[in-house]
């Protein structure tokens, strides 16, 4: 038990320091380590599996919806960056620039992708001619690359994983639907797959991707009050098409130009697991991530029968579930220890008394919560206590949520709440940006996360002007 402790003490609590508590978690959880590159991170094996779980889910709803994937290239011409004006002055700062190739200096410089709009444009411009064409629906899952100041694992990286969808449509009102019915698909993989409830709507116009008429986000609040923006999805009108001459023969034999989506999840994603779920232990992981389902653990496993019995159990199960039987020749306490901290959702203890008696121990690693299970019923009570732990995590990341959200009529209230209760903060807004710099420059980084599709009337005027308010809006700051 003495190693148990040590384990556990390792990581500093969340409520001491949690930044330090979220940088103990990605590192003895084995999810990352440091590259040699700044803000580069090595994604180890642990880490890796819990993305494919992600990929392999949100695949499969995008397929259902009607995308296709595909492959863009990594590099992208300065003179095709160029082309749409406001969404490179958008990236600039963050651009990684390729000069050289080989020995030789190129005639031009080369950008390593911060995203793949203007890629997506320069094909459909070759495809895209009859109205027959349309939609073009599709997906890329890659590496991006935005040179960034301050890193943080998963946060906020140089390099990072994700997947963006870039559609074409032949009417405005087609490609609104595919914007809002993405960010849907969004809320719902959060809900069912992560157990993260969120706030969902519209980014105001200073807070939307560049170029975009029009950007929707999906906003979960990490346990300790702070939001991160979990996953965007942007209209672009017909300016993109414009700017790259992408044009159509309409249902009217006229010359068209077709109307353009992007949107995209990265793994910040996993970033929002650590934060939402995660305990002084270390990581607590919803069951359809989580790269093992199932730990069992043998007790005095060098007794006749106990190892038989675990291996019987393991062939069993892993017919139907993700299942790690730990025969290694630590203590069950370490083991203990080592499985909280991956954050395995359910884990089975056997020892020579269980096996008298037909039974097992089953513990959840949301709560704790222990209880007796007979090995006759173990394939009917395991999707039980996965289901359990699932709602478990939503019902306690959905209370967190509910309490650190609160409510300012005036600008006083909300530099008050600003300053001593974490969380998001609902109030209403004019509608200028003025508004948004005071209100970020006033409270040290508070800016507007969304205004919700269903919006409150708290009053009638801003928080920040007294002038006639247009939009509730909800506030908070964010990693």
């Known amino acids: 038990m003495a190693n148990n402790k040590k384990m556990v003490e390792a990581i500093t609590s969340m409520e001491e320091d949690f930044a330090k508590w979220y940088t103990d978690v990605v590192k003895k959880a084995e999810l990352v380590d440091y590259a040699s590159v700044k803000g580069c991170m090595i994604i180890r094996p642990y880490g890796y599996a819990i993305w494919e779980n992600m990929q392999k889910d949100l695949d499969a709803r995008f ?42 200096k190129l005639a031009e410089r080369l950008a390593i992708r911060p995203t793949s709009e203007v890629l997506f444009c320069e094909h459909y411009q070759k495809i895209i001619n009859s109205y027959r064409d349309l939609p073009k629906l599709y997906n890329q899952w890659c590496n991006v690359m935005r040179w960034e100041k301050t890193t943080r694992p998963f946060l906020r990286s140089s390099e990072f994983l994700w997947q963006e969808g870039h559609t074409m449509h032949e009417t405005a009102d087609e490609a609104m639907e595919e914007t809002l019915r993405m960010l849907q698909v969004y809320k719902d993989f959060y809900a069912e797959t992560l157990a993260i409830p969120a706030i969902v709507g519209k980014k105001t116009d200073k807070e939307k991707f560049a170029g975009a008429l029009a950007t929707y986000t999906i906003e979960p609040m990490m346990h300790n009050g702070v939001a991160l923006q979990g996953g965007t999805s942007h209209y672009f009108g017909d300016g993109f098409a414009k700017s790259f ?11 068209q130009f077709p109307h353009q989506t992007s949107w995209g999840v990265s793994t910040r994603m996993m970033g929002a697991v650590i934060m939402v779920h995660g305990d002084d232990n270390g990581l607590v992981l919803p069951p359809k991530i989580a790269p093992i389902q199932v730990a069992i653990i043998p007790i005095a496993m060098h007794k006749e029968g106990v190892l038989e019995k675990a291996n019987e159990l393991k062939a069993m ?142 009053s009638d005027v801003c928080v920040c002007c007294g002038k006639p308010a247009k939009h509730q809006v909800f506030w908070g700051k964010q990693y």
């Open 245 to 255: 001459g992408i044009s159509f023969t309409g249902r009217d034999n006229k010359q």
């Open 63 to 104: 397929k259902k919806t009607g995308h296709e994937n595909i492959y863009m290239p990594l590099l992208i011409p300065e003179s095709l960056l160029q082309k749409e004006k406001d969404h490179v002055e958008g990236f600039a700062p963050e651009v990684a620039w390729v000069t050289q190739g080989g020995e030789n």
């Open 317 to 458: 199960l892993e017919e139907k579930f993700r299942v790690k039987l730990d025969d290694r020749d630590n203590s069950p306490g370490w083991k203990f220890a080592e499985y909280e901290m991956k954050g395995v959702p359910v884990r089975l203890e056997i020892g020579p008394k269980d096996i008298e008696q037909n039974q097992c121990v089953l513990v959840r690693r949301d709560n704790r919560e222990k209880i007796i299970v007979s090995l006759d019923n173990l394939m009917e009570e395991i999707p039980k206590a996965l289901q359990a732990v699932h709602d478990g995590l939503y019902e306690r990341a959905l209370k967190n949520l509910e309490e650190k959200t609160h409510t300012a009529k005036t600008f006083e209230e909300f530099l008050d709440i600003a300053e001593n209760k974490p969380g998001f903060i609902k109030a209403m807004w004019c509608g200028d940006v003025e508004c948004e710099n005071k209100i970020k420059d006033a409270t040290g980084g508070v800016k507007s996360r969304c205004i919700p599709f269903e919006e409150e009337h708290i």
